[in-house]
């Protein structure tokens, strides 16, 4: 079965850019009609879409992250990976990344990674 791995530091200083990166096996990022989504839960706080980047390449994101977030992808590793510039401590979360999939009523998580705490402090 298909199955995801984040990695990627833990701690990340206010200001500078968090990177993660997720390794997909099992199953291939191209495969059609799949997202590959990074989700974000911060303390207290409930899950939050940060964005995707779909089979063929194109990436969107979340209004509110939209300005400082990149998803990007490597098909050659079947990883894809999430740059959030300029964090604060706002931004300290556990991360996952996850694959969507769409149904005729709804769309949903079939595989998530095991999530990556993510410390912004300085």
């Known amino acids: 079965q298909v199955q995801l791995q984040e990695s990627g530091p833990g701690l990340v200083k206010p200001s500078q850019t968090l990177s993660l990166t997720c390794t997909v096996s099992?199953?291939?990022?191209?495969?059609?009609?799949?997202?590959w989504s990074w989700i974000r839960q911060a303390p207290g706080k409930g899950l939050e879409w940060i964005g995707y980047i779909s089979w063929s390449g194109s990436a969107y994101y979340g209004p509110s992250l939209k300005s400082r977030t990149s998803i990007t992808r490597d098909t050659s590793n079947n990883q894809f990976s999430l740059q959030l510039k300029s964090v604060t401590p706002e931004d300290t979360a556990v991360y996952y990344c996850?694959?969507?999939?769409?149904?005729?009523?709804?769309?949903?998580?079939?595989?998530w990674g095991q999530g990556t705490q993510v410390t912004v402090s300085s």
């Open positions: 099992g199953g291939s990022i191209t495969t059609n009609l799949y997202f």
């Open positions: 996850a694959r969507v999939t769409v149904t005729t009523t709804t769309w949903a998580v079939d595989y």
